[in-house]
C-alpha cells in the first residue's frame, strides 16, 4: 500500500482566516499508517490546546486547530485522522497504565 498516497479532499481555508474574502483550497490528505514524528507532532498540538486554548473551545473547532497545527508543520492529517489517532493513543494508553498498575 502506498502510504505516501492522496487522500481525501476538503475545502479548507490554508491560512485559518475566517474572513469571507479568505482563498479556500482543497486539501490532500496523506493515508496510512501514522509515523513517530506524525504522532509526536498530534502530541505536541493537543498539548498546545491544552495550554493555550480556552476550555469553551471544544469538538470539532478544537480538532481543526489541531490539523491546522500540524499541516503548517508538514503533517499533511485531517481533523479526523488525528481524532482517530488521539483516541488509539489514549485507549493504549489505558491500558497500559491499567497493566502496570495490576
Known amino acids: 500500500m502506498d502510504t505516501k ?3 481525501a479532499h476538503r475545502e479548507g481555508e ?13 486539501r490532500e490528505y496523506r493515508r496510512g499508517n501514522w509515523t513517530l514524528p506524525e504522532t509526536m507532532l498530534l502530541i505536541e498540538a493537543k498539548k498546545r490546546v ?5 476550555p469553551a473551545d471544544l469538538g470539532l473547532a ?4 489541531v ?10 492529517r485531517s481533523q479526523n485522522q488525528c481524532n482517530d489517532r488521539w483516541d488509539n493513543l489514549m485507549r ?3 491500558k497500559v497504565r491499567a497493566y502496570e498498575h495490576a
Open 5 to 7: 498516497g492522496s487522500g
Open 14 to 26: 490554508e491560512t485559518g482566516n475566517s474572513n469571507a474574502g479568505a482563498m479556500t483550497v482543497a
Open 62 to 65: 478544537r480538532w481543526r486547530w
Open 67 to 76: 490539523e491546522d497545527y500540524c499541516w503548517r508543520a508538514g503533517c499533511r
Open 92 to 94: 493504549d494508553y489505558k
Open 50 to 54: 491544552h495550554e493555550e486554548r480556552h
